[in-house]
């Protein structure tokens, strides 16, 4: 009869729980909206970053970690296309089009290489390792840079292309470049939001 009488209580309890948990979740999703506004590309940074959510919650910090993790994870892919692409060039009988793919590849892995070291500067920070004041503007600095660095990279792979003659390997690969450098992008303005926030701070 006890366990009986628990029930209605435990239920009570779990829709409570439920209700606070989607609470939160739309609060966190309203945070990303809210911030993703003031990227060049709300939307795709929004559709791109909403499932994260819980992860984020209404943390600036974590919001730009988590966009600078979602670019990593963009250029690494894109690195390897440009990989499987230039080696099937290497057998074409456009000259152009393989040294364009090579130099992409190879700005493209620096690319890479620049946002994973982004990716580690701010887990660190965000992790509870960075430091404060002085030391984590300098931390942040550099994440910044990097980022930057990242996105002049994709930008030169796509400038690489101008002088090979049109056709679906070069749309191709413009046009997934474009869809990375949006990306890398919005995560580099979510990072720079996050170091305004912080030297808000006296």
Request: net charge neutral.
């Amino acid at each position: 009869m006890r366990i009986l009488l628990l029930f209605p209580f435990i239920a009570l309890f779990l829709t409570a729980a439920a209700a606070s948990a989607a609470g939160t979740t739309a609060n966190a999703t309203d945070f990303i909206r809210m911030n993703c506004d003031t990227t060049l590309y709300p939307e795709l940074c929004y559709h791109s970053l909403a499932g994260y959510a819980n992860a984020v919650q209404q943390d600036p910090a974590r919001l730009a970690r988590v966009a600078v993790g979602v670019s990593l994870s963009r250029a690494k892919k894109m690195a390897l296309y440009i990989a499987n692409l230039s080696r099937r060039a290497d057998y074409g009988a456009d000259p152009r089009a393989s040294s364009a793919l090579h130099d992409c590849f190879s700005v493209m892995g620096d690319a890479v290489d620049l946002i994973r070291g982004s990716v580690k500067q701010m887990r660190r920070l965000t992790g509870g390792g960075g430091g404060g004041g002085e030391e984590l503007r300098f931390e942040l600095s550099n994440v910044q840079t990097w980022m930057s660095a990242a996105l002049t990279n994709e930008d030169t792979c796509a400038d690489g292309f101008e002088d090979v003659s049109d056709g679906p390997v070069k749309m191709d690969v413009c046009d997934r470049t474009m869809k990375v450098k949006e990306v890398t992008s919005n995560a580099l303005a979510l990072v720079n939001s996050f170091v305004a926030k912080v030297n808000m701070v006296p």
